[in-house]
């Protein structure tokens, strides 16, 4: 129920949390190591409207926001064996459609069994639950003060929570034992603020990698890590801040690494990023 943002940047991180991939508008894929060194990046085809990336094993599965002529047609999209990609670009082995009642998804999240999806609607607001093949398990409200979510993740070491962040609340909302959950309504058990500069969070991943330093292409500006914290992803890295397209998409990446700041509560295996002095 919150806010209409048209492009959208994502991340996402493995079970082992030795590496981040973030997806932006541009449907480029951005991979960082444990240390935060950016390793590579590649593009991924066939894309339209990226909202979300999650990995499982060696898979790279995308969002895909599919507008047109009024209505929506979302699919995750499959890139195979993409976990290892660093370069170059990679067409989709396979896509996974899911039901035209779903009309503004803003991020997803894998098991490697099931999908979560977050919606953000006018009034209330969902998560559904699918299989991998694409059958709906189920869907439920998340928390009315949650209202503009924009990032959902669990846990892929002990999947049992859910953990969604808002955009306009620029909070982080827990939803104990979430992931079983197939109908009704639930509360977060517990929310906490992010970071004083951590604004409009577009994304959200858990694990993130383990400390280290991550310094911009485009800058060499570097950021260090911040011990168990949740990372959240601003909406900004996207933002159009220059009519000359080499410009914008240098800002844009910059941006990207800025925004993956600390959160303001702690909790055990989580880490993230945040500014260091400049």
């Known amino acids: 129920s919150g806010r209409a943002i048209g492009l959208k940047g994502s991340a996402a991180s493995n079970a082992t949390g030795d590496k981040v991939w973030v997806v932006d508008a ?13 390793l590579g990046s590649w593009t991924a085809k066939g894309l339209t409207r990226p909202q979300g990336i999650t990995v499982s094993g060696n898979d790279v599965w995308i969002l895909d926001d599919i507008k047109n002529s009024g209505w929506t047609q979302d699919k995750v999209r499959k890139y195979s064996g993409a976990a290892t990609r660093l370069s170059g670009s990679q067409n989709a082995a396979m896509f996974v459609p899911f039901s035209i009642d ?23 607001d969902l998560v559904y639950k699918y299989t991998l093949q694409g059958t709906q398990v189920g869907k439920w409200t998340i928390d009315g003060a949650n209202a503009s979510p924009t990032g959902i993740t669990i846990d892929p070491t002990n999947v049992s929570d859910i953990w969604i962040v808002d955009s306009f609340a620029d909070k982080v909302f827990q939803y104990t034992a979430a992931a079983s959950r197939t109908s009704g309504s639930q509360s977060a ?16 991943a858990d694990p993130p990698a383990a400390g280290g330093v991550i310094d911009g292409p485009t800058t060499g500006v570097s950021r260090v890590t911040e011990t168990s914290r949740v990372p959240a992803i601003d909406e900004y890295l996207i933002a159009e801040v220059s009519p000359n397209a080499d410009v914008r998409f240098g800002s844009r ?13 702690r909790r055990p295996g989580m880490r993230s990023l945040r500014h260091s002095p400049r």
């Open 26 to 38: 541009n449907k480029n894929v951005y991979v960082y190591n444990a240390a935060g060194a950016l």
């Open 253 to 265: 990446l910059d941006s990207l690494l800025d925004t993956l700041f600390g959160l303001d509560q």
């Open 189 to 204: 058990a517990t929310s906490f603020a992010l970071a004083a500069g951590n604004t409009n969070p577009q994304g959200i």
């Open 102 to 124: 779903i009309t503004n998804p803003r991020d997803v999240v894998t098991d490697g069994v099931h999908f979560w999806i977050v919606e953000d609607l006018s009034s209330t």
